[in-house]
Nanobody, 116 residues
Framework: QVQLVESGGGLVQAGGSLRLSCAASGFTFSRAAMSWYRQAPGKERELVAAIGNTGSTTTYADSVKGRFTISRDNGKNSLYLQMNSLKSEDTAVYYC?????????WGQGTQVTVSS
C-alpha cells in the first residue's frame, strides 16, 4: 500500500532553516506528481509547493516563493522541501502528498514550529 513518511520537522528560530523529507513506498514514485501542504492551527490545509513527476516543473505558494525549494530524487523514492528564512507564520504541520492515477495520498505530517 501507499506509504508516505515525513521527517525533518522541529523547532527553529525565525530566520533559520529546515529540510523536510518524505520517504515514499508502495507505488511507482517516478510516476507521481508530489506536493507539500501545510496546516496551521485553526486554518485550512494549503498547498506549499508542488513538483512534476520528473522534477522539471515546480510551483510555489506566493508566501514561500524565494524561500522554499521543493525537489525529488526518483532513485531514492524521496521528496524534499528546503525551507530557508523561516518566519513565525510558517508554523504548521507539513504534509507530503502524492497524486497518482486520480487519487491523493497523504503522509501523517511533521510539525514545524518557528519561534520569533
Amino acid at each position: 500500500q501507499v506509504q508516505l513518511v515525513e521527517s525533518g520537522g522541529g523547532l527553529v528560530q525565525a530566520g533559520g532553516s529546515l529540510r523536510l523529507s518524505c520517504a515514499a513506498s508502495g507505488f511507482t514514485f517516478s510516476r507521481a506528481a508530489m506536493s507539500w501542504y501545510r496546516q496551521a492551527p485553526g486554518k485550512e490545509r494549503e498547498l506549499v509547493a508542488a513538483i512534476g513527476n520528473t522534477g522539471s516543473t515546480t510551483t510555489y505558494a506566493d508566501s514561500v516563493k524565494g524561500r522554499f525549494t521543493i525537489s525529488r530524487d526518483n532513485g531514492k523514492n524521496s521528496l524534499y522541501l528546503q525551507m530557508n528564512s523561516l518566519k513565525s507564520e510558517d508554523t504548521a504541520v507539513y504534509y507530503c502528498n502524492a497524486f497518482l492515477y486520480g487519487n491523493y495520498y497523504w503522509g501523517q505530517g511533521t510539525q514545524v514550529t518557528v519561534s520569533s
